[in-house]
């Protein structure tokens, strides 16, 4: 058995070697968010393993947005399962919007009549949906055209601005995945269109194909959750249908277990749906996403340069 | 001010009088759950008002499945959002096969070799998709004909057993939605067939004219959100969209404000988002939904009977 | 294996009734529930078995007092352990003065300015240390001569009004426990006489001695924790002392094994300890406590009248 | 209003670099935990201003008691409140133990056998308690005079090892209280010669009169928090009781205001109570302590060298 190693700190210490130092100390939650980065590390540099990204929280308006271009910009996943929110904050932002700094008990009243909607303590301003609806409505011929969800967002990557996640994705070759597309922003500017008679021929179950695929043909696979949600249960089942199931895990969210739902589902039960492999390597670390992302990116910056 | 009256229990004493005592006490989760209950009865005795229930965990397997039925049937509830899940697991009992009682300490890679796949405490047997594949290869042709996901789920409900959700949604005019329906186990199922050629004409972006249009139209609208979710948040975009928006409002969830993410968003900050009236009866109940429903069922069923 | 039969709810349902139905389902925290209330009643039927009880929490600001008592009155625990803070809102209701129905979000400057303390949604009124502090001056003698704090509780509970959590383990020869005694508003009132130049002779050590002695000379020994804290601690070490640890244990709280906190730290846990007996019964409930234990109570006044 | 600037990482980037990073972008736990630095970064280097630091949860077994000797021997913090707990790890590590790293999943009757007592993930071999009897034992006589807990505390950290935090504190003239000292191993230790007749002479109540006389006397204070409990309660009633309530304010916890107790109430509820100044700089960050705790020190370290 391993000592705990007392974390130790001094000035000018490196994120990274804070990291190694809680991996020394190597229990409670610092110790897993240690282990964390080394199983991502790993799963990084094999070359054979393929990482499936899941994405879900509110995660541009809590200022994870270049982090998360990082993570696609140095290829370090290979797909990329997300929500509609985070496509359409980021789209937002890449138009000229930005997210503010509130707080969790603003008067909701008010901020409804200074235009602006609360995410827990970022504030989005309304008028966002205005360029919003101008640029899916500028675009619509293209996007309507694609014929599932993946496809859809590969080809709003080719039309996004520079910057944003769909951009990255589409540049880097990454798949990028999204089933509750629907339900998020950039759906109901869809409807805005679709509501004036237009059509679409995006089809809803076309690109479980193509993601079971990804996973069909990986040698090794690796799954990195943050927040759980669809983009945590999509890529499982990906895994559950694949021959080879996942042989790298890392799950960071502050759901809980106890509720019984998919996204505080502990990753070890994966096992008995043939998800995880029972000898793959994996951690569920219980910390907020905001705190952990850009711990986890930084040390590995330091580690995969 | 209203004192805080100490509940009283007594032999025999009967559900709904055990929430009243709640209520008089008024205060910590226990008076949130009274107040959630008259709320409830207050939306569903209200003639001009629609209630929205948006579903997500884990119900199935967690043994909610009659209490869902109950508020189906009753016609307590006017729109349904669901998770593929939940009407995965269910359609899997209708044709067959049980749920079982489990602990959350078992062994995973046993319980797979023992064809049993863990959620939390329930374990699923795994042979469930074998019926369940057999089930939408026989039924494929008319399913793949709707055209979007709330037509399929309604042709689903024409064709499925008695007795479960999509039956009871079907039989009882209840439009029911499912964004995310890709993500599930009829997903995969879908994905079998297409797999070997087959074509579905299932829009992914179609049905959210239909449920703006429910929003739209509806004089007064309640919501009631067990667990967050895509489902709570697709009836939050459109009571957003509406010009009518909630004025009645019951959530159950243990999910946390803290982590930013719409699951766990107190509904208060729907106000910002013109989601929810300023002033509207609401209330977050920070409660195991497998306790909560149960109690608020049986409650409401004296009260409404 | 049992399979899990859906819960089913009727006009008129009794709380056990429904406790039994939820048991029947057996998973998820419902399942968890009924398994608590049948390893309790079992614990209290059993002749040969002491019970020690752990209570912390708002409890009595949050509605509980009534089936704390009938905890006590009925016999149904042999031995309490609890916070300071419980047994001064609870003598401060028994002089004269209430808790109020507020909320959360309430502007906690402008209940100061009204004299209100805020404790969550409950409030309790400031000026409830005047009768505290006349009341503890009044019989500060006979309270300062008791030689530890189980003394110090015993004597309080013969002075204080009838229906207080003190007097009734004072009249059915309950050994009350509070360990962090001074860490609440009786503290406070003691120190105020103290301050004036009094003495107490109330040892910090002196009544582990009689707990442990409690533990020791069980022949069983069940444990029932709402809420963690120091009073499920000081349960925990008695027992881990004692040749003949818990054989029974029931814990309620919604606090989080992750932290590495006692509070929230799994019952299992204890058997390493030699804490719990590997060969329990006993269930951890993650629920909150203000809906947990009126339904345990309810449910266990039925099976035990 | 402020933009929420994304966070960026690079190679090589500091803690503290980082935190600034997380406090440009402004928002959740990220945003929250940068405020916590400024915060005690401005009360630690205002002259006027006593800092009351309260430390719950199992932080020696987590690896944490260098960062903790980093503010006492900083001299950041001028008042300490713990758990016995803490002390009584603290104490069994200088004397030759150490804590092992494990995991929550561990078969505890395996662990028993081969004598660990499980804390979440670390491991305690069960014979600290020789040494630390011993230890007791030979220093009764002394530490049995003294007449209240800090006394008591004091004179072991007079008597005990280098590097621990008792004697960090006795060096530093740190008053040290642990109000729920029985509560502990060190109380366990005390009981056994208890029980062998022997006599202490340590009040329970008598240091409440010091801690609320460094409350009185302080011109400005601040308060620190790292998981509730008793420490963050005795401190809390402290600063109700003192003219100059707390100016500034950092809770670290992930304990939820939703269950009504102390340790997750919001510091702005002791508004209210006349705990919290309602001018104070004050922030609440739901995060786990094994990682806040070393990302702040870091960050501290390079504001304050």
Not at 71 to 79: E, G, M, Q, R
Not at 201 to 227: G, H, M, P
Request: net charge neutral; glycine share 8%; charged share 25%.
């Amino acid at each position: 058995m391993r000592k705990v190693e007392h974390i130790k700190v001094y000035p000018g210490m490196k994120v990274n070697d804070l990291i190694i130092s809680m991996g020394k100390a190597g229990v409670m939650q610092a110790g897993k968010l240690a282990l964390a980065v080394d199983i991502l590390e790993e799963a990084i540099k094999d070359k054979e393993c393929k990482l499936f990204f899941g994405l879900a929280g509110a995660m541009v308006p809590g200022g994870m947005k270049e982090l998360i271009l990082d993570l696609i910009n140095n290829k370090w996943i290979d797909v990329m399962v997300t929500t509609g929110a985070n496509l359409t904050h980021d789209l937002g932002e890449s138009l000229g919007y930005n997210h503010y700094q509130g707080n969790e008990n603003m008067d909701d009243a008010e901020l409804k009549k200074e235009g602006y909607n609360r995410i827990y303590d970022s504030l989005m301003p309304n008028d966002i949906y205005v360029k919003l609806e101008n640029f899916i409505k500028d675009n619509f011929d293209e996007l309507s055209k694609t014929k599932n969800i993946r496809e859809f967002l590969s080809k709003l990557g080719e039309l996004a601005p520079e910057n944003t996640i769909v951009n990255a994705c589409y540049k880097n070759n990454i798949p990028l995945f999204c089933p509750a597309l629907a339900d998020s922003g950039i759906g109901l500017m869809m409807w805005g269109q679709i509501a004036q008679g237009k059509k679409t021929n995006v089809n809803a179950f076309d690109d479980l194909k193509e993601i079971i695929d990804l996973a069909w043909t990986s040698n090794k696979s690796a799954v990195f959750y943050l927040n759980g949600g669809v983009p945590k249960n999509y890529i499982q089942q990906a895994m559950q249908l694949s021959p080879k199931n996942a042989m790298y895990g890392v799950q960071i969210t502050t759901d809980r277990e106890e509720s019984g739902g998919s996204s505080g589902a502990k990753l070890k039960e994966g096992i008995s749906w043939n998800k995880m492999n029972e000898k793959a390597k994996f951690v569920d670390v219980s910390l907020d996403s905001t705190v952990a992302l850009p711990l986890i990116t930084s040390a590995l910056k330091d580690r995969l340069k």
